[in-house]
């Protein structure tokens, strides 16, 4: 039997978005790769014009200048609110991301907690290390800010 092979056309930035939005909380069929990584790039677009509003209302002063405090805590609302609006889209692409793989949408999970695991893993390890060691020796050797009198010895 001879099987016919047909190609959909890859999907725009803009059809992407819209899917992203039109499939709010639809965790059922497939998510191409464009529509997955335009979505995304929609949103890095977003965050990062966000954050070149901060910087520049930043300014040279930093942080000493009160005048655009409004502004600072709207553009705080406005990226909270954005990833709270995306949230949920953002799971729901994921988990037809791996459908489209023949995966289970569950796998959006384990990545979830495997990420925070790391997250809270780097930022432990970061607090714990700038921590100042003991004072003098303990069991494990001793003290290595600990000089010597004789330095020649």
């Known amino acids: ?35 997955y990584w335009w979505a995304a790039l929609y949103q890095f677009i977003v965050y990062v014009a966000l954050a070149i509003a901060f910087f520049a209302l930043l300014g040279p002063e930093g942080f000493e200048s009160t005048e655009s405090d409004l502004a600072f805590a709207g553009i705080f609302i406005a990226a909270g609110l954005f990833w709270l609006v995306n949230f949920l889209p953002g799971i729901s692409i994921k988990v037809r991301r791996f459908h489209d793989l023949d995966q289970t949408g569950w796998l959006v999970l384990v990545f979830f907690i495997v990420n925070a695991i790391i997250t809270v893993s780097v930022f432990a390890q970061l607090i714990w290390f700038a921590v100042r060691g003991t004072d003098g020796a303990n069991r494990y050797g001793p003290d290595p800010y600990w000089k010597e009198a004789d330095l020649f010895g």
């Open 1 to 35: 039997m001879d099987r016919e092979i047909w190609r959909r056309g890859m999907i725009g930035f803009g059809e992407a978005v819209a899917l992203f939005y039109k499939n709010y909380v639809t965790f059922a069929g497939r998510s191409s790769r464009a529509e």
